[in-house]
């Protein structure tokens, strides 16, 4: 075996397939949502999810943190929104909508989802409005409403691998799951 085969192999088993602990890091929060909330369908949990105060006081204190895990995780949500407009994902039983930040689920009523975008234009250095993830991408200064997007991100990218609706082997879906992970890793890091 020539160098650059043993170093192209060493490198390919280096790499981390994020599937599935983002997948048995769903089943973790799908069984803790089982046991906080007594609905029986998963859909009913998941809006009691998005009022938890558990989960939304945690998202909140990483999203405005200004520690390096607040750093991080917004990082990682800045990369998660780089990586969906990139994948093209599809939001689960709504074969026109491309889940993004610019269309978010904000809402799921009685079968009608309401789409919205938490992008914002920085405006005139005013931080009160809106919160910087990174360098040029700003989302709106509203941590419950971004919790209730990152939910509905999370919960519609689970259904697309569990109901094989998205492609492993896309570079941008495996960033899409990457992120994902991080992310909610840091969410439930005390349960």
Known sequence: MSNLEN???WKKKAEIDYIPPFMSLWLSLNAWMKHRFEFRRDRDRLEALKRSGLFLDKFKELIR???IN???FRG???ELHRALVNAHILYNRIPDKTISFECCMIEWNNGKPRFESILVE???NNSSF???LDDGLWVENDPERLFVVYIEIVYQVRCALF???LAPD???NKRVIQQLYLTLSMIMENI
């Open 7 to 9: 170093i192209y192999l």
């Open 65 to 67: 943190n200004e520690s």
């Open 70 to 72: 607040g750093i991080l």
């Open 76 to 78: 990682y949500f800045g």
């Open 122 to 124: 920085k405006e005139n």
């Open 130 to 132: 809106e919160i910087e």
């Open 163 to 165: 109901h094989a609706d």
């Open 170 to 172: 896309s570079e941008e």
